[in-house]
């Protein structure tokens, strides 16, 4: 069941239907359009949306698909269903081509396996078109849509003689007009034309007298008439009687042929139902294509489980104008059924909205839905909508009344199977009233166990969602601080309304706004404050996180490369031993074998000095060969190579500290003594101990042309990807507090950012004024203030840079 009739329109379903139409080539198409239906049938859904993702693949592939003449034929079938009547020359054409587009379709479907498109290959195996059908009337129409001359022996009798009087007729004609011309009659550029479907010679209307012959018309001018001269009269009565002849024949041959289809029109009525199909499929897929669009698991449960889902509409109308739509992730499940969704206006919370209401219903028409995989689609037999105002002079309604009538049918229908929408519940009456009845409402459809949205301003309703089970808040993310929504719908917090700082942006006058505030009372503003802060520190530790998950990823990394490297490291020493013991294992037993030769040797020889003595000598040279310890040689660092050169050292000079290698660039000269910077450190050096150097040596040593020196220089990508704009030094001591502000002031400087935020706390105010005295000697510093009241005041410093 839908609610009210007007659904669609609400939901700009209407536009998507529009878009559809002029996607189909044919109006067969066209129609199908129109008899789109949202379905509460589950089995009908699937079936409707697995057909499409069928043709979308079949068009993604770039599969030799049919792609035109999708032509309506089924008037002509329905005439040809009657005994005696006839089909004419052109709609037998139509009928021709758009048989064979049929064909061909039939003809791609039996070519794929039998798995590749199960819904439209099974579909297809049920269309007949028989052909001798085609074949038959291919004999009779040519590929020009024109009567062959082969259609009968009679045409081809008829056409030929026709060919031979008009050739002679033409003969006679050029032989008077030669005549004419040189006689002065008429001019040299006139040719022959014909009038009432006989050849004629156009004359002046001076010289018509001279021409005898039958006048079948005159220019509109009168200055030129056109003449039948007598001598072709008769051919002429020939040519008309044979045309005549050859209308009977073609109307004899088309009867003729319209008897043999006959038989044959109820399947191919179905034939056409198909090609209908075919190019509303290509629609609805072409249409997908446009919009990113997927078909998600589809499961019959009521839940919604959806991945960056986009608006269709506003998706198609930012396309072309170069822009992205923001996604929605969105999770309605049985815990948490009704979404609560609050935030400013203008905030995104109407088309979040919409975008669940027309995306369930597109889908259930059989469309495929824009949203990313991993995504997932429930199923609802109802769809109730509340949006907009339906007030009406005619019944009496005002805008809460109309309200008011929706929220009856709401409650006297809705069950486990209804998807419920409604935007600024509630509103349209007093608002303390028109609370309380929102509220009652809600608890109602709340028991009722329907899924729903509503969006809201009211507190009341963002409590009620933060206490109850099945309902959940959701927020329409803002920029507190730049007051810009950022249109990113955030699951399980309340919004605010951010009322007061908007009202304050525009220049409402801050008096105005501060009563204000004391109407409201101290709890309201306290709720919106507290929604404010949670947003700001949500913002800040999300940034701590994203820092965090970066430095684990790196010391994962680095963890990873030791492992890797001392496991390296402890094989290459096992493979060394391993080498090194089989080594001293042959050199044992070669040792060995040498020892019993020479004491056998000796025995042998009784032991003859001469004798002793050399094999002493082999055994010495055995050792000195093989056991002797080879030089390892260490490596020797290279020598830094420094491009000194002439001149005084003056601020802006690079130079290199004697005796070490560390280069660096002097800031500043104070007598005697330099202040130079190496690296993120500075220092104050004697200048008799500096060395100027070249900027080209300056580049090397830090790091710019990716030379590896002592000096490392600044990663510039990694620093902007830490750093945080956001600095919290509470529970700091002076100093301590002091060398962070000065790095992270280098850091904000260097990476060209324009606004700084400092938590010190308030507490006696002693880190506050220290930090921003400290700040004053900033010359990059154009002002300091205290945060805004409601996020931090007095214990947070916003720094101007300039």
């Not at 101990?689 to 080209?696: F, T």
Request: contains cysteine; hydrophobic residues 35%; proline residues 3%.
């Amino acid at each position: 069941m839908l609610y009210p009739n007007t659904l669609e329109q609400k939901l700009g379903f209407d536009k998507l239907r529009e878009r559809l139409k002029e996607l189909c080539i044919s109006s067969l198409g066209q129609a199908f359009v129109e008899k789109i239906r949202f379905s509460e049938n589950f089995g009908m859904v699937e079936k409707l949306v697995s057909q499409t993702a069928e043709m979308l693949r079949i068009l993604e592939l770039g599969e030799n698909f049919p792609s035109q003449n999708y032509i309506d034929a089924t008037p002509y079938l329905k005439r040809a269903s009657i005994e005696g009547m006839l089909l004419t020359q052109p709609e037998f054409s139509d009928l021709k081509v758009s048989l064979l587009t049929i064909r061909l379709c039939l003809r791609f479907f039996e070519s794929q396996e039998p798995d590749a498109f199960p819904i439209l290959g099974e579909y297809a195996k049920t269309i007949r078109v028989e052909k001798a059908v085609t074949d038959a009337i291919d004999r009779i129409i040519d590929d020009r849509g024109q009567i062959r001359d082969s259609a009968s022996p009679e045409l081809s009798r008829i056409r030929k003689r026709l060919i031979s009087e008009q050739s002679g007729i033409r003969k006679k004609l050029d032989t008077i007009l030669k005549s004419a011309k040189s006689n002065g009659w008429i001019g040299d550029d006139v040719s022959l034309t014909v009038r009432n479907g006989r050849m004629v010679i156009p004359v002046a209307a001076e010289h018509k007298r001279k021409l005898r012959g039958f006048i079948h018309d005159e220019s509109a001018t009168g200055q030129t008439v056109f003449i039948e001269p007598t001598d072709i009269f008769e051919s002429n009565n020939e040519i008309r009687e044979l045309e005549y002849e050859e209308r009977r024949e073609i109307n004899r041959i088309l009867l003729e042929l319209t008897a043999y289809v006959r038989p044959f029109v109820p399947d191919l009525q179905k034939a056409y139902g198909f090609l209908g199909l075919m190019d509303f499929l290509r629609a609805k897929a072409r249409l997908a294509g446009e919009m990113g669009a997927i078909n998600p698991p589809f499961e019959n449960r009521q839940f919604i489980d959806w991945r960056e889902a986009r608006h269709p509409l506003l998706h198609l109308s930012f396309q072309k104008q170069g822009k992205k739509v923001v996604p929605l992730n969105i999770e309605l499940q049985e815990k948490q059924r009704i979404l609560i969704v609050s935030g400013p206006n203008a905030g995104g919370k109407s088309v979040a909205l919409k975008t669940v209401g027309v995306i369930q219903y597109m889908f259930q028409c059989g469309l495929l839905v824009p949203m990313q995989e991993g995504s997932s689609m429930g199923f609802f037999q109802n769809i109730f909508i509340d949006i907009g105002d339906e007030q009406s002079l005619e019944n009496d309604l005002s805008t809460y009344s109309s309200h008011l009538t929706n929220m009856r049918h709401f409650l006297s229908m809705a069950n486990k199977r209804t998807l419920f929408l409604i935007d600024e519940f509630g509103t349209g009456t007093e608002p303390g009233l028109g609370g309380a009845i929102a509220e009652a409402i809600l608890e109602n459809l709340t028991q009722s166990g329907a899924f729903g949205m509503i969006n809201t301003h009211y507190t009341n309703l963002k409590v009620l969602a933060d206490k109850t089970d099945g309902l959940v808040n959701g927020a329409m993310r803002f920029d507190g601080e730049h007051l810009e929504p950022l249109y990113q719908l955030e699951i399980g917090r309340p919004g605010s309304s951010f009322a007061f700082e908007i009202a304050s942006k525009i220049g409402l006058p801050k008096a105005v706004v501060a009563r204000a505030k004391e109407k409201l009372g101290t709890q309201q503003v306290n709720f919106e404050k507290l929604l404010k802060e949670l947003d700001i520190e949500r913002r800040v530790f999300a940034e701590k996180n994203i820092e965090i998950g970066i430095k684990e990823r790196k010391l994962a990394k680095q963890l990873a490369d030791y492992t890797a490297l001392k496991e390296k490291l402890d094989n290459n020493e096992k493979k060394i031993v391993n080498e090194a013991k089989q080594k001293a294992k042959s050199l044992i037993s070669d040792a060995n074998q040498l020892i019993e030769n020479t004491i056998r040797e000796i025995k042998e020889n009784k032991a003859e000095k001469e004798k002793t003595k050399t094999a002493r000598t082999n055994l010495e040279n055995f050792g000195k060969k093989n056991l002797v310890l080879a030089e390892v040689a260490e490596p020797q660092p290279a020598e830094e190579e420094y491009e000194p050169e002439g001149g005084d050292i003056t601020p802006g000079s690079y130079v290199r500290i004697s005796g070490q290698t560390a280069i660096g660039e002097v800031l500043s000269i104070k007598g005697k003594d330099a202040e130079i910077r190496i690296g993120d450190l500075k220092s104050t050096i004697k200048l008799n101990r500096l060395e100027k150097v070249s900027r080209k040596t300056y580049r090397a040593a830090t790091g710019e042309k990716g030379v590896k020196t002592a000096s490392k220089g600044v990663d510039m990508n990694e620093r902007m990807l830490n750093f945080s704009f956001n600095l919290d030094m509470r529970g700091k001591r002076g100093e301590e507090a002091l060398g962070l502000v000065d790095q992270f002031m280098d850091n904000a400087i260097m990476l060209g950012y324009d606004e700084l935020r400092i938590v010190h706390g308030k507490g006696d105010g002693i880190l506050r004024t220290l930090v921003r005295n400290h700040l004053r000697g900033y010359k990059q510093v154009a002002g300091m203030y205290d945060e805004h009241a409601d996020r931090g005041g007095a214990g947070v410093t916003i720094v101007k840079l300039k």
